[in-house]
C-alpha cells in the first residue's frame, strides 16, 4: 500500500483540495493534517505538538493496509496561526482550533477529526484510520 503526501499551504491549498478531493478516489483513504510551517533551519515546525504528532501519524499511515492519499496543510507561521480569521479557521469545512489537526475525509465531508491533544495518540490515529 502507499501513502502519497502532497503539501499545500494557504496560498494554493485549494487547487490541491478539489484535485485530491472532488472525484472518484478509486477507494484510498483520504486525510487531511493541518500542521504548523516548518522553521527554515530545521525540519521540525514551531509546534511542539506538531512535532510529536506526525511522527506517529505516519508510522500508523505506513500500516494502514489501504492506499492512503495526505494532503498536509501548513497554517503558516506562528503570527498568521495565532489570527481569529485564518481561512482554516472560519472555514466552516475545517474549523480549525489548533495544529496538529487530522481529518479524514469522506463522501465530501469531515468523517473523523483528531485535534492537537489527540493527534499522537496511536490507538486514537487507528480507530480514525479504519
Known sequence: ?????????????????????????????????????????????????????????????????????????FVGDKPTWRDPAHPWRVDPRFALKGVPTLLRWDKGAAAGRLEDDEANVGDKIDALLN
Do not use: Q
Not at 478539489?18 to 510551517?37: I, P, S, T, Y
Open 1 to 73: 500500500m502507499t501513502v502519497e503526501k502532497v503539501d499545500a499551504t494557504v496560498a494554493d491549498f485549494d487547487g490541491h483540495f478539489e484535485k485530491l478531493f472532488a472525484g472518484d478516489d478509486g477507494g484510498k483513504l483520504k486525510l487531511l493534517l493541518f500542521l504548523a510551517d516548518r522553521e527554515p533551519s530545521s525540519s521540525l515546525t514551531w509546534c511542539p505538538d506538531c512535532n510529536v504528532a506526525e511522527p506517529v501519524i505516519y508510522e500508523k499511515l505506513e500500516s494502514v493496509g489501504k492506499d492512503v492519499v495526505l494532503l498536509r496543510a
